[in-house]
Each structure stands twice: as structure tokens, then as C-alpha cells.
């Protein structure tokens, strides 16, 4: 899902739903493809997640987060606005 409120100022949810138990990353970069966040690296049930993400000590700009669990990856954009 994409993540609430989009744009944002500093912090912002990322919620998603597992069908299955996997191995999850969510990963944050910037536009240059450094990653500048890790908030989830674990095994986790089929169920709904929700996670916070504080960006107040990043500057203003664009953003990706990526999901991957199991063979599932999705990446989706989020802007940063202070």
C-alpha cells in the first residue's frame, strides 16, 4: 500500500498485508539509490503491519521504499517536505 500522508513532514506510515508467513525487508532509499533506512528485517505472519517512519533528520526530497517478502518486491515513492 502506499504510505500515509504522501507527501509528508517528518513522519509517515507504511502499511501492508503478508497473505503468507515470509522473510520480510523494508528498506528506505534516496534518489541515488543509497539505502538510508532499514525498519523491518525479520520473519513475519500472514497478517496486516503498520510502520512509522521518523525522516526528520533527512532533507527534503523524493524517496523509495521497498518491500520484499518471499518473491514478492514492490517499491513505491514518498516525498519528504519540511
Same mark, same amino acid.
Given at each position: 500500500?502506499? %504510505?500515509?500522508?504522501?507527501?509528508?513532514?517528518?513522519?509517515?506510515?507504511?502499511? =501492508?498485508?503478508?497473505?503468507?508467513?515470509? &522473510? #520480510? !525487508?523494508?528498506?528506505?532509499? %534516496?534518489?541515488?539509490?543509497?539505502?538510508?533506512?532499514?525498519?523491518?528485517?525479520? =520473519?513475519?505472519?500472514?497478517?496486516?503491519? &503498520? #510502520? !512509522?517512519?521518523?525522516?526528520?533528520?533527512?532533507?527534503?526530497?523524493?524517496?523509495?521504499?521497498?518491500?520484499?517478502?518471499?518473491?514478492?518486491?514492490?517499491?513505491? &515513492?514518498?516525498?519528504?517536505?519540511?
Amino acid at each position: 500500500m502506499q %504510505n500515509y500522508p504522501n507527501p509528508f513532514n517528518p513522519v509517515t506510515t507504511i502499511n =501492508y498485508a503478508l497473505p503468507a508467513s515470509a &522473510k #520480510v !525487508n523494508l528498506t528506505i532509499h %534516496n534518489t541515488l539509490g543509497q539505502k538510508v533506512a532499514e525498519l523491518v528485517s525479520e =520473519y513475519q505472519n500472514a497478517g496486516f503491519y &503498520k #510502520v !512509522n517512519w521518523d525522516a526528520s533528520e533527512l532533507s527534503s526530497g523524493l524517496y523509495y521504499y521497498t518491500l520484499k517478502a518471499g518473491h514478492f518486491v514492490n517499491s513505491r &515513492k514518498m516525498l519528504l517536505i519540511k
